[in-house]
Nanobody, 126 residues
Framework: QVQLVESGGGLVQAGSSLTISCRAS????????IAWFRQVPGKEREGVAC????????AYHGSVRGRFTVSRGSDKNTATLRMAILQPEDTAVYYC???????????????????WGQGTQVTVSP
């Protein structure tokens, strides 16, 4: 069972940048894709960004493309999401997820992922 722990959430002002991280344990294989999702109360979990197992390809939700950047550490067990030009509508709990997938589907469906972290709150004030 893959365990995922997110870190780095917090409160920032609109226009700021913030980087959140995800550390995966017990990744015995290097063929796991890692994705970031976000959720606000009353709405479905939304795929924000995904990076392939090799780190060579990624996918982004249209609302964050050009502002958010997903990357993986050299050991493949960490993933970071750098968020720039944050807006109040980016406020959500952000979750990382992992699954044995070679790559990411363009629309980053939550059903593709079986291992999830507990989430980290990101709040953007106006």
């Amino acid at each position: 069972q893959v365990q995922l722990v997110e870190s780095g959430g917090g409160l920032v002002q609109a226009g700021s940048s913030l980087t959140i991280s995800c550390r995966a344990s017990q990744l015995t294989r290097d063929d796991y894709a890692i994705a970031w999702f976000r959720q606000v109360p009353g709405k479905e979990r939304e795929g924000v960004a995904c990076i392939s197992s090799s780190g060579a390809s990624s996918a982004y939700h249209g609302s964050v493309r050009g502002r958010f950047t997903v990357s993986r550490g050299s050991d493949k067990n960490t993933a970071t999401l750098r968020m720039a030009i944050l807006q109040p509508e980016d406020t959500a709990v952000y979750y990382c997820a992992a699954e044995r997938l070679g790559g990411c589907r363009r629309h980053i469906p939550a059903d593709d992922f079986g291992s999830w972290g507990q989430g980290t709150q990101v709040t953007v004030s106006p």
